[in-house]
């Protein structure tokens, strides 16, 4: 399978491309500072594509290069990095006929068990007392909602480094109940399975430990 890829030099961008690797499949990288990617930039089935996810052109070079599946794990980058490269990339996708959007999200936008009708960090669920970030991730919600896409939302709560276990909880439109964690490999690995998946199809899956 060849993957498109943004967000590659993240935290959880890097080890869904050891994962991806190791399982035999071929990268396609977006990514501002190929040296950012390390060992990864010279690999034989990962194509480094220099450029910035918030350019509409340096998105369509991104697509144009073929891919089965479109997968991003980028951040706010302290600012509004997704609400502007989100449109973008949707826009593409249409362009060049691809469906099938898996992305990472927060556990601030899952649905708040205390407040109906809210999501957590609109609540008194998340502890965070800026709400920014998820003010963020919540406008690519919308957007998704209002895409023709295959889209899924892996929405990790609290993100330590940390390889994968295997033994995550997982619940779709919630954070299961009494969860704090869960590793950035953890999260990888549940994001690489997802491309095989359509069990999440149109869905935000919270997941923890």
């Not at 910035?52 to 697509?63: K, M, P, Y």
């Amino acid at each position: 399978m060849n993957i498109i890829m943004f967000g590659a030099t993240g935290r959880v961008g890097t080890q869904f491309i050891d994962t991806a690797l190791r399982e035999g499949h071929s990268v396609n990288a977006l990514v501002r500072s190929p040296e950012k990617l390390g060992e990864w930039a010279g690999h034989p089935f990962v194509t480094v594509i220099q450029g910035d996810a918030t350019s509409q052109l340096d998105i369509q070079r991104a697509l144009s290069s073929g891919g089965d599946v479109v997968v991003s794990t980028l951040g706010t980058g302290g600012g509004n990095v997704l609400s502007t490269a989100f449109p973008l990339l949707i826009n593409a996708m249409g362009k060049f006929g691809m469906k099938r959007l898996v992305t990472v999200g927060t556990a601030g936008i899952l649905n708040s068990r205390t407040k109906p009708g809210y999501l957590r960090y609109q609540s008194s669920e998340s502890k965070r007392k800026l709400t920014r970030a998820a003010e963020e991730h919540h406008r690519v919600f919308d957007l998704l909602q209002q895409s023709n896409l295959d889209w899924t939302l892996v929405c990790p709560t609290y993100l330590p480094e940390g390889s994968a276990k295997g033994n995550y909880r997982i619940e779709k439109d919630f954070l299961p109940a009494d969860g704090s964690e869960i590793s950035t490999g953890d999260t990888a690995l549940f994001l690489y399975e997802q491309i095989f998946s359509d069990a999440y199809i149109h869905a935000r899956v919270g997941i923890t430990y």
